[in-house]
């Protein structure tokens, strides 16, 4: 089976340094927030020139950190439609949320100037909004955290995303650009009025076990063993987002003359080709026959988040309706050997 993933690939590829990793952690005594959660905290801020960076256990919970560390609870926050549900659902646990439709990739699109309390914008797929345009739509007080989960590595401009907005998360798990055993995630910010709040705040409230309570908070202290993963695999990360592109360039090529639409990056944005994602109306029979050849596939993504979580549920928002029924997530991973990926084509091209 071709899958859109391998972790036994992955392991193979960094086993000695991973190997002798997991013994120091396990020697050292040390497995909570120890060495290898704060040598990648120093990676993060060095790739984005962020002047901190705090581990935490989930891309979830970096999500929930930022809104409890930036004092967003009961307030007013703008939402993409279409991701996901991680990208949301922390913001509506807590707050009033305003759905805003997307663009023909994927991607938040804010039709006029907003006032919200905070505004959410998702890197989906690796790509990033134009945030310079982004910037020009909202008010001076509006607190923007940046969902960068799938973004790690693409540029906006020549800079690296995570270097835009109040806070900017990152996620870590299989599938994610920086894969790990599990999840995990990141915050980065520069505001020095945030680096207690973010602390105390992914400790439950606390900045030690005989500090007082001084926040709302959840537990998301790191781990050492995820920590050491990731430490070693951002030493990849240039390596890996070249094989994922020259796989992406391959497929746009065979399937030039198909009837279909890629989601593609803008001018602005160098992806980082976290997935390939193509759109057709009958997704579903493709699902299938690639699956009955052997090619597992992956439907990006399903919700429309204003049923849900929305207060008007007649909003229309039909570019999320179109890229939920039409989506398809292909093989792209950069462990496929030439092979592979020549087979994903020259099968998808047959079922045309």
Known sequence: MIDIKSSARLYNETKGELDYAINDVYTSGTVMDGKYCQLVEEKLKKLTGRKYAKLVSSGTASLMVSLLANN????????????????????????????????????????????HDAVIPVSLYGNTIDYDNFFTKITNNTKVIVDCAQSLGTKYKGKYDGAYGDTAIFSFSQTKPIPCAGTHGAIVWDDDNLTEQIKLTSNNGKLGRDTPIANFGINAVPYEIQACQIYINLDYLNKWQHKRKQISKYYIDQFKNLPLKFIESNDYCESNHHKFIIILDNKNALHNFLKN?????????????????????????????????STLGLPNHQWLTDAEVETVAETLKKFF
């Not at 913001?91 to 006032?115: E, Q, R, T, Y």
């Not at 979580?309 to 570019?319: Q, T």
């Open 72 to 115: 967003l609870k009961n307030k007013t926050i703008a939402c993409t439609n279409y991701s996901y549900v991680a990208s949301v659902n922390q913001a509506a646990l807590i707050n009033n949320v305003d759905f805003f439709d997307v663009d023909k990739n994927g991607l938040i699109n804010i039709p006029h100037n907003i006032s």
């Open 293 to 325: 050849n052997n090619i597992n596939t992956a439907k990006h993504y399903t919700d429309n988040f204003n049923d849900f979580f929305g207060k008007d549920k007649n909003k229309k928002m039909p570019n999320t309706e179109y890229l939920c029924n």
